[in-house]
């Protein structure tokens, strides 16, 4: 069995347990003679542009999302008999591997194009433009054809690093547009103890903060902080405040460097710790101050963060903050971990791993907490962050 007849196999079990009977016999645009299909429910569709985009992120192809929306002037009976009469000519005309469902229930219809190898993304989008375009003007009268408005939106979708915010298209993650009641007040609360454990962290840490700050004036030329733009959730960027734990005036393109090669996963980038275990680090840096590295050691360095958290630009646990360099370079699989959660001062990585496990390691454990995430789950990782620090493993 080859790769693609596999693939269209698991779509068509996929598409059939979610109530969608897709066309299954001539070729892909012919009409059908069996029962008419019927288009998938709004849930069922937006679950399974989240399948599409796992199985895009695997297979390295991409696919088209088509949006065909009602004009807001018509009434509400007029969208619904029209999208649905669209749903129906398109269900009759697509090939097995599409699937057509309701984006938002009675007021957008969706059209998935799978399966799209990589090439001239102009050329297939006039492709199916023109066949889209052909079916609307099939199922609508001529007085309605002003009235439909059409959007498309490529997965994986292009970065541009050169603006100032990542260009997330929440329309390909349509589960971070909706939030169920419940999980909103979890979410309230989360913030709620970013807010109040922030607060506790810099009242009872203030005598350490100012003698960390007097240390390093003292022992080093340069400001007391250090200041980086890092990506935030959905892309957005801020900036991170940290202590300075390097001399000035030193080549930052070393670590640009360093993380480029780990995320491209070479093994020469393991060095080996004191205790033997390798470590994904710049280890032995002559760029790190003396106080510097005991601020790294005991992690004190972050204690500024707990400002980030405060502003919200940050959570007190949640994926470690990325660096845009690094983000530059991420696999379309990577992007997820700066999608749902805020970055943490703590987190998965740093009780379970920190340092110590390739960068797709660390990846997948930020993706396991945004599955698994709960109140309870970063209690547990707070309690366990003061061990992980007293340890000190992987830190360097």
Known sequence: MTGTTKAIQQKAELVSQAGFRSARNGSPFDSLKDA???????????RMIAVERKRSERSKESFLLVILEGSSQQSAEMDESALARIGESLLARSRETDIVGWYKDKVALGLLFTGIEDGDRNAILSTILSRVKATIREALVFEQLNQISLSFHFFPDEWDQRKTQMPINFVLYPELQSTRPRRKLHLFLKRVVDILGSSLALI???PLFWAVAIAIKLTSKGPIFFSQTRIGQHGKPFILMK?????????????????????SDKSKLESPAPEGAPVYKLTNDTRITRVGRFLRRTSLDEIPQFLNVLRGEMSLVGPRPAVRYEVAVYETWHRRRILEFKPGI???????????VKFDDMVRLDLRYASQWSL??????????PLAVFKG????
Do not use: C
Request: aromatic residues 14%; without cysteine.
């Open 376 to 385: 309870g789950l970063d209690f547990k990782i707070l309690f366990q962050t």
């Open 346 to 356: 703590t987190g998965l990585w740093q009780v379970s791993a920190r340092s110590q």
């Open 393 to 396: 493993t992987g830190a360097y």
């Open 243 to 263: 202590f300075r734990t390097m001399y000035t005036n030193i080549d930052r393109g070393v670590h640009k460097e360093f993380v480029t090669k780990l995320i």
């Open 204 to 206: 009872l840490l203030s």
């Open 36 to 46: 008419p299909p019927q288009a998938l429910s709004e849930g069922a569709f937006r």
